[in-house]
């Protein structure tokens, strides 16, 4: 069995994320193995993976920020908002310009209120949205806050539109397309997209299965965990103290959980602020 840590693994087209945790239990030789965020079939791209203990680092991970590259198509409307549904309607895109395009996609930049697609995982009375969308059920969900830090529009040769956006976590591309779609009066979908980075883990240091199959490794969790948090580097006092997961006469700069190391480098936990103290938010040994 391989030690702790994280695999970021550069999801091929047509896989669920379950279907990659599979493949990575296998190679890792585990069953502990669980994923950060899912990705659609249709989606390829970044998707992060925790294997042993470092499954539990996961839900902790501050992964809130998400990058993606993605095509919209213009004049056609889907019952999933991209290329796996079926087409609900057609409109023509020869009275759309380009100006109007970038103008629309412009206002979605900034904080803004967001309908997720109906076909999400959010869940609706104990039930998937998606499950009740499947089953012939009509869906209609509340518009929650995102956050669209960046949206670069790289071209536009109708009715394809391409698009990079940096985001909150939450955000659905889909809906991006949608609601294009709907301001240009002529509805939209998705047909591709490409998840490029999640927090800290990009593209640049991601693998896919097939690489993984001929040479299996993964980040250290200690790697892992200063490459997503503030780190904090304690002394042999503290560090005994950490083990047993006690409070810290530390002051933590910055807000959110740090990671904290040994002197020998072994992470040891996350820690965050509390009055006038550090404490424990989950201990790893």
């Not at 091929?12 to 030789?29: E, F, N, Q």
């Not at 380009?98 to 967001?114: C, K, N, P, S």
């Not at 499950?131 to 949206?151: C, D, F, M, N, Y």
């Not at 009715?159 to 301001?183: K, Q």
Request: hydrophobic residues 45%; charged residues 25%; contains cysteine.
């Amino acid at each position: 069995m391989v030690d702790p840590g994280l695999v970021v693994v550069d999801k091929a087209p047509g896989m669920t994320s379950h279907d990659v945790v599979a493949r990575v239990r296998r190679l890792a030789g585990t069953r502990k193995v669980g994923h950060a965020g899912t990705l659609d079939p249709m989606a390829t791209g970044v998707l992060v993976l925790g294997v042993d203990r470092a499954t539990r680092l996961l839900g902790h991970l501050m992964l809130t920020e998400k990058a993606y590259d993605a095509t919209i198509r213009l004049g056609a409307v889907t019952t999933t908002d991209d290329a796996e549904g079926e087409v609900v309607s057609t409109h023509a895109v020869d009275g759309v310009r380009e100006d109007d395009v970038r103008t629309e996609l412009a206002r979605f930049v900034g904080d803004i209120e967001q309908v997720p697609t109906s076909v999400s995982a959010i869940k609706v009375d104990g039930q998937r949205a998606y499950a009740r969308v499947r089953a012939g059920e009509q869906v209609e969900l509340r518009a929650r806050p995102v956050t669209i830090h960046e949206l670069v529009v790289h071209e536009v040769e109708l009715p394809d539109v391409r698009i990079s956006v940096r985001c909150s976590s939450g955000t659905y591309i889909r809906a991006i397309a949608r609601d294009l779609g709907a301001a240009l009066g002529v509805g939209g979908h998705l047909t591709a997209l490409r998840r490029t980075a999640v927090g800290s883990f990009d593209l640049s240091v991601a693998c896919t299965l097939e690489e993984l199959a001929d040479g299996f490794s993964v980040m250290p969790i200690a790697e892992a965990a200063r490459a997503s948090f503030a780190a904090v580097d304690l002394t042999d006092e503290q560090a005994a103290d950490v083990r047993v997961g006690r409070a810290l006469d530390l002051r933590l700069p910055g807000g959110g959980p740090h990671a904290v190391f040994a002197p020998d480098g072994e992470f040891l936990a996350l820690y965050e602020q509390r009055g006038e103290q550090a404490r424990a938010v989950a201990v790893f040994v």
